[in-house]
């Protein structure tokens, strides 16, 4: 379940660090953010059973918040009930942001929340046009970007132009699929739609789980509607504000953090040799060796993209990152394919919705810059902080810098200025997400309490029962672990 539920959540990250498409077009106006409007009707909730011991609705919520009374759309929710109706406590809302809330309250949800489940609802979310809401954001297909991606190329450091290229291409697909949603998308229209959600389900004030890309959704919230949050915890959280106002700077720190993940899982390696049997002692050097393998084949068989690049390979290690559990599995990997003279692998089919579904969000919340020169430099600072991350990662951002659609997002304080303060937790090593930016969203919101966790990984929770213990009682109770408190979840053997 724990390797799971974090891979679910890893798949976006690297679609998103080495996806293709950048968008160019038109730009279409977006609303103004503010927090409260004219109501909105509260959403009726008509609960049917789902996936054997579910119940799954769709909520009905304004197309735009400034219209509260026109066009809707829906937001996909899972519900598993409370087990002790007689004295249930209130609903959690569970978010992974733009990754599907439905899917990972279904996988995870019976195990990792059996306690809290006991008195309260667990709802998992799908953020508007992602996963199950509808409409979805829709883009392309995996096959239209294989066509998008030709000619291939090997070193992504040198092919700016191409990406250029791709986001015409791609920008073309959005706008003909998806046009009239994509002024719509967006956290902070999220978060109006979550206080909705808030209502709908008879709750005063919000309780609230954001993991990975759902502490963003968490943060527009309790900055926009602090006065309606009873509890909100934050695991792998990412700052809203430097999200927003400079996502090249995000991008950077965010390689760093993998790359020093990366040679965190180089020195395991050459610890654990039970567990490691790559690199022969060396894998640091037989790692870049099989990258250089990789894009070798590349170059001599243009065009085929069923190979595994070094690109891929990359995406293969940023993913196993999040998970330390894993890395034994991802070590027979690499010996595997340091075997094979052509490694091939299957090639996924239909909608590509990750990536419609992150674009569609995220490049509306951000003021990415649309000037290809900014990307220039911020890739040569990536690949001197990243030298093998920034080197596949760092033209990622061109997509959203040319977003046919101006930007739209919360424009005020992030302070929280509820009664109850919110819980950061935050590993010491996460790939993801640098221990600084928890740090930063404490001192940010100004009311918050931070549980730090002496481990590696992308996000604590279900990893560590200390973790959980401190989590779920605060939750349930609004009780803080006391200043200073910590947990620590050890390395593989």
């Avoid at 015409?168 to 739609?193: F, I, M, Y």
């Avoid at 065009?303 to 559990?325: F, I, K, N, S």
Wanted: charged residues 20%; aromatic residues 6%; hydrophobic residues 40%.
């Amino acid at each position: 379940m724990k390797c799971s539920r974090i891979r679910t959540i890893a798949t976006l990250a690297v679609a998103t660090l080495l996806g293709a498409g950048a968008l160019t077009g038109p730009a279409v106006a977006a609303p103004t953010a503010r927090a409260d409007r004219a109501a909105a009707p509260v959403p009726v909730l008509s609960w049917i059973p789902c996936h054997e011991r579910f119940e799954c609705a769709q909520a009905k919520v304004p197309v735009d918040h400034e219209e509260p009374r026109g066009d809707t759309l829906t937001v996909g929710l899972i519900r598993m009930p409370a087990r002790d109706r007689a004295h249930r406590a209130g609903t959690l809302f569970v978010s992974t942001g733009v990754v599907s809330g439905v899917s990972f309250v279904r996988s995870a949800g019976p195990t990792l929340f059996s306690s809290l489940n006991q008195r309260f609802d667990i709802v998992g979310i799908d953020q508007r046009g992602t996963g199950t809401s509808r409409p979805a954001m829709r883009c392309s297909t995996y096959e239209q970007d294989r066509e998008i991606e030709k000619p291939l190329v090997a070193d992504h450091s040198g092919a700016r132009d191409q990406f250029v290229r791709q986001a015409k291409a791609l920008n073309d697909l959005c706008v003909q699929r998806s046009e009239a949603l994509l002024p719509r998308l967006g956290t902070t229209e999220a978060a109006r739609d979550l206080d909705l959600l808030r209502r709908a389900v008879g709750d005063s004030r919000l309780t609230f789980l954001g993991l990975s890309y759902g502490t963003l959704l968490g943060q527009y919230y309790a900055a926009m509607f602090p006065g309606r949050v009873r509890a909100m915890a934050l695991d792998g959280v990412q700052p809203a504000d430097r999200s927003v106002r400079d996502p090249l700077r995000l991008d950077r720190e965010m390689f760093a953090a993998a790359e020093a993940g990366l040679e965190t899982f180089f020195s395991w390696c050459r610890r654990s040799t039970a567990s490691c049997g790559f690199g022969a002692g060396d894998p640091e050097a037989a790692f870049d060796a099989l990258v250089r393998q990789l894009d070798g084949n590349l170059v001599e068989h243009p065009g085929r993209h069923d190979l595994v690049t070094g690109g891929v390979l990359m995406g293969e290690a940023y993913q196993a990152l999040a998970e330390p559990a894993s890395w034994p599995a991802f070590a027979d990997r690499l010996r595997d394919l340091s075997m094979q003279q052509l490694p091939t692998r299957d090639l996924p089919t239909g909608e590509n919705d990750v990536l419609a579904g992150y674009l569609g969000n995220t490049c509306l919340d951000q003021e990415t810059p649309p000037d290809l020169s900014v990307h220039d430099r911020h890739v040569r600072a990536a690949v001197r902080v990243a030298p093998r991350i920034g080197r596949f990662g760092g033209y990622a951002q061109v997509k959203c810098g040319l977003w046919p659609v101006d930007t739209a997002h919360h424009r005020g304080s992030w302070q929280h200025r509820g009664p109850t303060p919110l819980l950061v937790v935050s590993n010491t090593h996460d790939p993801y997400v640098p221990r600084a930016w928890a740090h930063k969203i404490a001192d940010d919101t100004g009311n918050a309490r931070l549980l730090g966790v002496r481990g590696h990984g992308h996000m604590a929770l279900g990893r560590s029962d200390c973790v959980d213990k401190a989590v779920f009682d605060y939750l349930t109770r609004t009780r803080l672990p006391a200043p200073g408190a910590s947990c620590s979840i050890p390395l593989p053997g």
